[in-house]
């Protein structure tokens, strides 16, 4: 049978092409339902206030560097969107005096035009967003040096060369519109994907790489970051890859409510619970990794009634 044109843009793939039964089911999800859809491989966490949830979230960077040593360096991946957790970590290292020389850090993404990745002087570049509002407040006696700090470039050489020799405890993500971690988006419906999108399997295969952005991914950081202002959001990116995803020992997905919406909190979640992957919803793929986390805000998980406004 096949399978539904997209509702939001046609030459794409997107979760609107997935069976109608399968939306109905995820729209239908109380919050007492998500709580319940945990199991081995795959933990449900929620937080019943805003400063609960970044401070659990600051946290996964500072055990995770504080596990780390000289000959067995540890580090973690992180994204931008959402920030709210990056000056609490920096505090958090500062306040309690906790040495993170040997930690490393990876960048998820970075904005590109014309094939190379924006400076750092770009008003939306995610690695200054990164060293503005946590590593440039580090103290210069705990941080780790530059060296361990890995920005994906468009040449992705360098970048995928430093996650070996060095363990990831946890990669984490949030979730956008299109139900992506980093820009790891859905593809055109076109050429050997016009007919379905591409399987598990070879989407798993793809490692850190340029890719062309969802139009929903580009209307999306439009409203989150640059005021509604389509026409300045890049329309390609830098973005780890899935092969990158599975090096890191944990997965840990974080919901504020902000960026993906409550039908989009929900359905993530039941795939993954259910084993139900396909690559028109990219986080679903997670389904497959050994150690997920998803971690919700109670106040940002809504409902999906129809309410007009």
Partial sequence: MPRNLSQIAPQWWDYTTLEDELIRDAASLSARKIKGL??????????????????????????????????????ICGPIGPTEQLPLVAMLVNELQIDIRSGHFWGMDEWCVNGKEVDVTHPLSFERADRHLCFDRLRRSLKMPDSNLHFPKADTSSYRASWKGVRC?????????????????????????????????????????????????????????????ISIVPTEAVTVGPRETWMADKVSIWHAGTHDNPFGQRLTALMVAKGIPDSSVPMSLLADHPNVQFNFYTGGIGSCDVEMH
């Avoid at 659990?56 to 055990?63: G, R, S, T, W």
């Avoid at 790891?184 to 295969?205: I, L, V």
């Fill in 38 to 75: 945990s199991r081995p491989g795959f933990k449900v966490v929620f937080y019943d206030t805003l400063e609960a949830f970044y401070l659990a979230e600051a946290l996964e960077y500072v055990e995770t560097w504080k596990s780390s040593t000289e000959d067995n360096p540890v580090g």
């Fill in 169 to 229: 405890a946890v990669m984490q993500g949030g979730q956008g519109d299109v139900k992506h971690w980093a820009f790891n988006d859905p593809p055109r419906r076109q050429g050997r994907y016009k007919s379905a999108p591409p399987s598990p399997e070879q989407y798993r295969k793809l490692a850190t790489r340029v890719v062309e952005l969802h139009p929903l991914t580009i209307a999306q950081n439009a409203r989150t970051s640059g005021g509604g202002n």
